[in-house]
T-cell receptor
């Protein structure tokens, strides 16, 4: 079955710097890749997603890139702010799995003021 | 839009009791809902997929008789932890998608239920 690996597990940056989180997936049939932000004690919040027919997507300070050949996708956060501090999860799903998401292990991002 | 409400947010109960957790989609119809369990500092572990009007599909290793799931309407799914024991203590999170079951439709998550069994 699908396996999603996420790195790094922790990431500390200075406010204003960029942060990059990377994920790799094993199943070439996966075609949907969302990113979630989870704050302490809350449920995950969808921040951006990308489908396999697109190589890059951007929403203000957040961007996601997808390399289908290499089977990896990355989250890029620019001009980081302290409120970006949270745990970020990548995930993957494919067409015949009923929408089931396979999650990465998570990255704890800390943005220091 | 796409708001999922989960209730209760926190529950403490004695060992042996049953606990029901509700998951509601407030502004959309959720043909498919998902139930996850999350341990501290860990990722989300899918427990089961719930489709409106049909039986839930459980992931390998999840006890069907222990974790009862009902999805009786397009806006409500419930998870009942039966005869709960301390090892069932965890953070339970639901999600919903519409239209359900398609790979490229976003899942929207509730804020979770922290269950503590004494």
């Amino acid at each position: 079955g699908e396996n999603v690996e996420q790195h790094p597990s922790t990431l500390s940056v200075q406010e204003g710097d960029s942060a990059v989180i990377k994920c790799t997936y094993s199943d070439s049939a996966s075609n949907y890749f969302p990113w979630y932000k989870q704050e302490l004690g809350k449920g995950p919040q969808l921040i951006i997603d990308i489908r396999s027919n697109v190589g890059e997507k951007k929403d203000q300070r957040i961007a996601v890139t997808l390399n289908k050949t290499a089977k990896h996708f990355s989250l890029h956060i620019t001009e980081t702010q302290p409120e970006d501090s949270a745990v970020y999860f990548c995930a993957a799903s494919k067409h015949n799995q009923g929408g089931k998401l396979i999650f990465g292990q998570g990255t704890e991002l800390s943005v220091k003021p | 839009g796409a708001v999922v409400s989960q209730h209760p947010s926190w529950v403490i109960c004695k060992s042996g009791t049953s606990v029901k957790i509700e998951c509601r989609s407030l502004d959309f119809q959720a043909t498919t809902m998902f139930w996850y369990r999350q341990f501290p500092k860990q990722s989300l572990m899918l427990m089961a997929t719930s489709n409106e009007g049909s039986k839930a599909t459980y992931e390998q290793g999840v006890e069907k008789d222990k974790f009862l799931i009902n999805h009786a309407s397009l806006t409500l799914s419930t998870l009942t932890v039966t005869s709960a024991h301390p090892e069932d203590s965890s953070f339970y999170i639901c999600s919903a998608s519409d239209p359900g079951g398609l790979a490229d439709q976003p899942q929207h998550f509730g804020d979770g239920t922290r269950l503590s069994i004494l």
